[in-house]
């Protein structure tokens, strides 16, 4: 898998750009910025860009998701279902921000914990609901290289005093599910630098063994 990461979003958040290189196929995950660059390298390597992968539906990972609409018509919008209010009250997040509203596109499909047959090529994209940052937010799995959102970062974890957060469940999420993956797996999160699950079992401060 190849993957482009685009940080310069809004609040420093990050869009991914990954794509099979034998197939074609790929997908973004956020919606934060750079559709101009993204648009020029979908172009260059004739990407089909089957899907837009939303981690959570706060203000700065869907910035510019009417652009991905507008640019890729054919690219499907997938957000979890338990963070469409977050997206229905788009306009009172931003208001909060002090920007302009955000314009919100058609949302092609509905994330449930049931969802699955995601598929880049031959991979397989595995979503794990992860609450805690959001009600409805979720990482994305492809094989060992996993799209953490605003869960976990490296040497950190998500915010849990915005709409819908919770300590007790992003400690649930994080200790329950992503720790349960292969160490070796790389983290690309929401913000900042990319991590591992082995690093953050160990030294992450809210619940690495060596704290």
Request: glycine share 8%.
């Amino acid at each position: 898998m190849k993957i482009k990461s685009f940080p310069n979003g809004i609040y420093g958040a990050i869009t991914y750009l990954v794509y099979d290189e034998i197939s074609k196929e790929g997908a973004i995950v956020d919606c934060t910025c750079a559709i101009d660059e993204i648009k020029e390298i979908v172009e260059k390597e004739k990407i089909n860009l089957k899907y837009a992968l939303i981690t959570h539906g706060h203000f700065d990972h869907v910035y510019c998701i009417s652009d991905v609409k507008n640019n890729f018509s054919q690219t499907q919008i997938l957000i979890h279902k338990e963070d469409m209010i977050l997206l229905d009250e788009i306009k009172t997040q931003c208001a909060m921000a002090g920007i302009e509203e955000i314009k919100i596109p058609c949302i092609d499909a509905l994330i449930t914990d049931e969802s699955h047959n995601l598929t880049l090529g031959e991979n397989k994209i595995e979503i794990i609901h992860t609450k805690g940052h959001s009600k409805g937010g979720v990482c994305y799995l492809i094989n060992d290289i996993l799209f953490s959102g605003d869960t976990l970062f490296q040497g950190s974890i998500g915010r849990c005093d915005l709409w819908g957060g919770s300590m007790t469940e992003i400690e649930e999420s994080i200790k329950n599910k992503l720790f349960k993956l292969d160490d070796n797996i790389t983290v690309y999160p929401g913000h900042g630098d990319k991590t591992t699950i082995g690093y953050e079992k160990k030294y992450n401060p809210y619940f690495g063994s060596n704290y």
